[in-house]
C-alpha cells in the first residue's frame, strides 16, 4: 500500500532491515527515502573497507582500520557485523537502541549475515529482502559500476547468487523496478502495526 510522499511517519513498531544482493539499489532506495522522510533514521555501518569516491566518514559509512573493528567485535559493541567482499561492515548497537527507545523510525541497510544476526538478537525486526528485475539487470548494475576490478565484480556476484537464494528467509520482498515505487512500499512496510 503505498503512502504518499507528503504523508507523515507514526510511531514505529519495529526495527527496519532492509537487504538484498550487492548492487541491486539499497543505498539509492535509502537515499531516496531519506530525502523524501529525513525523520527517518538510518544506522550508519562501521567498515573496514576504504572510502569510495565522493564517500564522507561519519555519513556513508565510519571508516575503521581492522584493529578497531577488532575492539567493536571484542566490546559488543555491534548489533551485527559480517565479512563481505573481504571487508568486514557492523552495525553500531547503542545509536540504534536509542533511537528505538526514543521512538523514531530506524532503518539499518545491511548485507545477508548481517540481516541474520540482526533477526537472532532481535526477532521482532523487520526483514525486508530488495531484489533486482532480473539477474540480468543485477550483472549489469554490478559491472556498469567501473568502481571494482573484476575480480571483486566476480566475487560480487558469486555472492550475490547465494544471497538471492536467501530471500525465502525475510518479512517481505520488494522488487525494485522502481526507486520511488519501492520506497512508497518500504515506508509503508515501517509505519504498517506490527503483525
Not at 69 to 77: G, S, Y
Not at 118 to 145: D, H, I, K, Q, Y
Not at 176 to 181: I, L
Request: some cysteine; glycine content about 8%; proline content about 8%.
Amino acid at each position: 500500500m503505498p503512502v504518499e510522499s507528503g504523508a507523515g511517519i507514526g510511531q514505529p513498531k519495529r526495527l527496519t532491515v532492509l537487504s538484498g544482493p550487492s548492487g541491486v539499489g539499497k543505498s539509492t532506495v535509502v537515499k531516496e527515502l531519506r530525502r523524501r522522510h529525513p525523520e527517518v533514521w538510518l544506522s550508519v555501518s562501521a567498515t573496514t573497507r576504504a572510502p569510495r569516491p565522493g564517500e564522507t566518514d561519519g555519513v556513508e559509512y565510519h571508516f575503521v582500520d581492522d584493529a578497531e573493528f577488532d575492539r567493536l567485535i571484542a566490546e559488543n559493541e555491534l548489533l551485527e557485523w559480517a565479512e563481505f567482499a573481504g571487508h568486514r561492515y557492523g552495525t553500531p548497537r547503542e545509536p540504534v537502541l536509542e533511537r528505538l527507545a526514543a521512538g523514531q523510525p530506524v532503518l539499518l541497510e545491511i548485507e545477508l549475515n548481517g540481516a541474520r544476526q540482526v533477526r537472532a538478537n532481535m526477532p521482532e525486526a523487520f526483514l525486508v529482502f530488495l531484489a533486482p528485475p532480473s539477474w540480468e539487470e543485477l550483472v549489469r548494475r554490478l559491472t556498469g559500476r567501473g568502481t571494482e576490478p573484476p575480480e571483486v565484480v566476480q566475487r560480487r556476484l558469486e555472492t550475490a547468487r547465494v544471497e538471492l537464494a536467501a530471500e525465502k528467509e525475510f518479512d517481505v520482498t520488494l522488487v525494485n523496478t522502481s526507486v520511488h515505487e519501492v520506497c512508497d512500499e518500504l515506508l509503508g512496510l515501517m509505519v504498517a502495526p506490527s503483525a
